[in-house]
């Protein structure tokens, strides 16, 4: 792994700590929004009243999307450092950033023709407990970074919902 995966490192962290301590309702949304991120030719679907920001700027690429009660949330980057790197060594890396999870399942997937794979655990801070889920995804000459999770540890909507935003996942030319 070289230096310049460590700029993703602060921007990981800020994100698994963001969520809120008091719970709010979770309701199946109808609307979805597309959202592309031109720099990585990756596009993807929130529902349209999540908070999106994109940051393309060439240091630090990225898209975070908050869910409005800030419940759950969603991130994605590509590295084109890291793609000459073993998945699991990425997906390693990834996790350092969480030093106080646990991890309990690893899968892969294949999501619109990216080969995934995920890490999902729990996530223990100032007595709050997330559920987390972490990806890499390579596709052709791409490498995707996931950080995803949601605060209601015990919720299926919730799981159903993160599922359906990363489900949504495509690449395009």
Known sequence: ??????????VLFCISSAF???PASAQ?????KKHRFKSHRVEFKTPGSW????????????????SPDDQIYFFITSADNEKNSDPEIVLSYLKVTY????????ERL????????FSSGM???NEIQTFIKLGVGVYKDRVYMVDSGYSRVNSDEDERLLTDIIESIKVYP
């Open 1 to 10: 792994m070289n230096g310049a995966a460590t700029l993703y490192l602060p």
């Open 20 to 22: 809120l301590s008091t």
């Open 28 to 32: 199946r949304p109808l609307d979805w």
């Open 51 to 66: 908070r999106v920001a994109i940051n393309d700027t060439a240091s630090q690429a990225y898209i975070e999307c908050y």
């Open 99 to 106: 030093t106080n999870s646990e991890f309990i399942r690893e």
């Open 110 to 117: 294949t999501i619109n023709h990216i080969d995934f794979l």
């Open 123 to 125: 996530n223990k801070m």
